[in-house]
């Protein structure tokens, strides 16, 4: 069965600053990995994808993640936070395309000090 | 082109009544998922339809079940309404294959007093 966890339920940094947000994922199979954000009463907005081609993808608005397979993880990063950053980030797992039977984690909350 | 919209935005029921949630796709897109996301909680699969069939389930009762109709708009439909079904539902549209990205809409807030 496949599983996501996501590390720390809420994450703060100044404007500026690296955004690091952690996910560990467990799946029997060769994984597809996303990156979504949720702004207030909105739904969710992908950032990024991994679908078994670079390790090192590219999102939206300036964010990144790694895949690692020996560590089973894919954390999202950004360089410098902005404060229009702040929002709910999730990280989802699924073992095919199309969003089927996609298994998001519980969302880290980023808040971004001025 | 349209994206992904829900009806209807807000609703409130009692508990025990049915509830009908309301999904169009993106143009070009033949695949719905519907989610449930409680209060503070990562988005939870419900099913998803393809070809207007089923397509995989996620854990949740018989009392949830579901329609895709052939413009691949969809509905959600919900029996007997328990208290813990108040929750933020989503539905995301995608192709079956390919892109392997899903689009969401906004969804839709049902409050089951």
């Known amino acids: 069965a496949q599983s996501v966890t996501q590390l720390g339920s809420h994450v703060s940094v100044s404007e500026g600053a690296l955004v690091l947000l952690r996910c560990n994922y467990s799946s029997s199979v060769p994984p597809y990995l996303f990156w979504y954000v949720q702004y207030p009463n909105q739904g969710l907005q992908l950032l990024l994808k991994y679908t078994s081609a670079a390790t090192l993808v590219k999102g939206i608005n300036g964010f990144e993640a790694e895949f690692k397979k020996s560590e089973t993880s894919f954390h999202l990063t950004k360089p410098s936070a902005h404060m229009s950053d702040a929002a709910e980030y999730f990280c989802?797992?699924?073992?095919?395309?199309?969003?089927?039977?996609?298994?998001f984690g519980a969302g880290t909350r980023l808040f971004v000090k001025a | 082109e349209t994206g992904v919209t829900q009806s209807p935005t807000h609703l409130i029921k009692t508990r025990g009544q049915q509830v009908t949630l309301r999904c169009s796709s993106q143009?070009?897109?033949?695949?719905v998922s519907w989610y449930q996301q409680a209060l503070g909680q990562g988005p939870q699969f419900i099913f998803q339809?393809?070809?207007?069939?089923?397509?995989g389930r996620g854990n949740f009762p018989p009392r949830f079940s579901g329609l895709q109709f052939p413009n691949y708009s969809s509905e959600l439909n919900v029996n007997a309404l328990e208290l813990d079904d108040s929750a933020l539902y989503l539905c995301?549209?995608?192709?079956?294959?390919?892109?392997?990205?899903?689009?969401f809409g906004p969804g839709t807030r049902l409050t089951v007093t």
């Open positions: 143009s070009g897109h033949n695949t």
């Open positions: 989802a797992v699924s073992d095919r395309g199309g969003g089927f039977k996609t298994i």
């Open positions: 339809y393809y070809r207007e069939e089923e397509n």
């Open positions: 995301a549209s995608s192709t079956y294959t390919g892109t392997y990205e899903q689009y």
